[in-house]
């Protein structure tokens, strides 16, 4: 079943020379992980502000949720089913204690008080940071800000998470923490879409949206998106390390050719290929 | 941050004192009876009863001494030109010196240092309030300051959110004032120069780097609050405040007699 249904959505900013969306269309299944792949200004997180509401559509449809977001939708119903982590960790804490700021969209929703800091902790626990909730915000690691972030959207338990470039901001100990926290959620059923300029993270995805110019020029499964080379140039991407240092090994002609020929996004495959063609030869 | 003038208004310290437990209502109604005894406060007597105070605040607070009272000496320039502002430009019938535009006398030299230590003392005090009051905290006492506003059809909640949020981000832009400072020190500027003309210039490059990382935090935040279902203050779930206990009034009752003897002294 389709979550998020998009057709031919176009946008231009007030004050933009060009359009920051062309046409795109995009459809994500309930359960799905999606990653948004692109460069820097290609339109990724004005697709994603429109998903939430927080950018009114100009051209095209878009359901989400079962919500038409191109009519009179209700934003405030539409953004408690599509929760989003933003880039920078610092900017969108609205208060300095955990507990009160994962608690800041619980209250905008008129959740009852006596119901608040029951869904605080279960939101904290979801997100391993249990004990967390007198602590300053200031005071955590970057990982960990992100991470509470996230509570404050889990807390709402929407149908869809946008995580906007949530990991652009964090060295690899905090990157590595949001990303497990996202592929938890995956598993745990939920619908994901993951904006990044980082092709290693849009491996973990279950099919990759590339973006360049506004449009969506490529849709697929990461092994069949992030193995084009030439794709992947056009946007000033480059294929995952694995990927191209198996691309160059074949072209060295150091190992055997593979009549499968998949090839490998990560570590853990290139080493078993490499493994593999070794014992083979 | 620690440095430079970050601590004036400090982030707030979790903790179980007398003060931390006081419900933020009374915590706010009590500074802004200090201030106006602040206000009142002259002579010998009035700041040593004031000095007093502060101290038995301090030590029920449980804060650090250099996070309650740090503060205060970094801005010891800042004092110093309030004193020479008021000691040298004082109209006086009996000047000690003259000398073109600068006239020094003795009362514009007891004005120079009321006018410093009232600063002093309202910087200590605001930075025991912040130190000991969550950013909720300070907004629940905030709405219930602008409530009245209402009657005028003011958007009260929204003042008291606006306030809220000014408050907290204080030491994040300070932090970011400081790394933007760094920045320029590294590109030549030159900061550490005794001349005022010298250090007055310096500030100039700093300035719209600061107003644009402002805005730029304004712009995100707000579209943060946007996608967390905010739609103005007065839809949300009410905040409760601690609740007004026998301490919280005892609180109030003190710092009215702070202010009476303040009068009186």
Redesign the interface.
């Known amino acids: 079943m389709n979550i998020i249904e998009g057709k031919k959505i176009s946008f231009r900013y007030p004050q933009g020379r060009r359009q920051a969306l062309r046409e795109v269309s995009l459809t994500v299944q309930e359960g799905e992980f999606i990653a948004l792949l692109g460069h820097n200004g290609c339109g990724k997180s004005t697709l994603a ?1 429109h998903i ?1 509401g ?1 950018l009114p559509l100009q051209e095209g449809s878009l359901l989400v949720a079962g919500m038409d977001a191109c009519g009179k939708v209700d934003v ?1 119903k539409l ?2 089913k599509v ?2 982590v ?1 880039q ?1 960790p ?3 804490f ?4 955990v507990e ?1 700021d994962v608690a ?10 006596d119901v ?1 800091p029951g869904k605080v902790s279960e939101a904290l626990k979801q997100v391993g940071m249990e004990g967390f909730e ?3 915000v ?1 005071s955590l690691s970057g990982g960990q800000k992100q991470r509470a972030a996230l509570a ?2 889990l807390a ?1 338990d929407p149908d869809i998470f946008i995580f906007d470039e949530a990991t652009a901001m964090l060295d690899p100990e905090g990157r590595a923490e949001v990303l497990d926290q996202i592929e938890a959620l995956h598993g745990r059923g939920r619908t994901i879409l993951m904006i990044t300029h980082y092709v290693e993270e849009a491996v973990r995805a279950d099919r990759v949206i590339l973006m360049k110019d506004g449009e969506a020029i490529a849709a697929g499964p990461p092994r069949e998106v992030l193995s084009q080379g030439d794709l992947l140039a056009q946007t000033g991407l480059l294929p995952p390390q694995p990927a191209r240092v198996w691309m160059e090994l074949k072209e060295q002609g150091l190992v055997p050719e593979d009549p499968e020929d998949r090839c490998p996004l990560t570590e853990e495959e290139l080493a078993e290929k490499l493994c593999r063609s070794r014992s083979g030869a | 941050m620690r440095g430079g003038i970050g601590g004036i208004t400090g982030r707030y310290i979790p903790g179980d004192t007398l003060l931390h437990r006081l419900d933020e209502r009374a915590k706010l109604f009590g500074f802004l009876i200090l201030i106006a005894a602040v206000i009142m406060t002259d002579g010998l007597w009035g700041y040593l009863l004031m000095a007093v105070f502060l101290l038995l605040l301090g030590f029920v607070s449980g804060l650090p001494v250099r996070e309650a009272y740090g503060s205060v000496w970094r801005l010891m320039s800042f004092y110093v030109i309030v004193f020479l502002m008021n000691a040298l430009f004082f109209t006086s019938q009996d000047p000690l010196w003259h000398w073109g535009i600068f006239t020094l006398s003795r009362e514009g030299m007891i004005q120079g240092a009321n006018v410093v230590f009232r600063i002093a003392i309202v910087i200590v005090l605001s930075n025991m309030l912040m130190l000991t009051t969550s950013a909720v905290g300070i907004m629940t006492a905030l709405e219930a300051l602008v409530r009245p506003l209402k009657y005028l059809h003011l958007p009260a909640e929204e003042i008291a959110m606006i306030l809220s949020i000014a408050l907290q981000f204080i030491p994040t832009l300070l932090e970011e004032s400081d790394t933007i400072r760094k920045a320029q020190i590294a590109r030549g500027a030159r900061f550490e120069s005794r001349k005022l003309h010298e250090k007055a210039m310096a500030m100039i490059p700093m300035i719209v780097p600061i107003f644009l990382a402002a805005f730029r935090r304004a712009d995100e935040l707000s579209v943060a609050m946007e996608a967390r279902g905010y739609r103005g203050a007065k839809n949300r779930t009410a905040k409760k405040a601690k609740g007004m206990t026998g301490s919280s009034w005892a609180a109030l009752l003190v710092c009215a007699a702070i202010c009476a003897a303040e009068v009186l002294i």
Do not use: A, C, T
């Not at chain 1, 609205?94 to 204690?97: D, G, L």
């Not at chain 1, 800041?104 to 008080?113: C, W």
């Open positions: 502000r939430n927080i405030w953004r408690r929760g989003m933003f920078n610092d900017n969108q609205v208060s300095s204690v009160d800041f969209g619980l209250e905008n929703y008129q959740v009852s008080r608040i007198k602590r300053m200031h404050g959207v709402l």
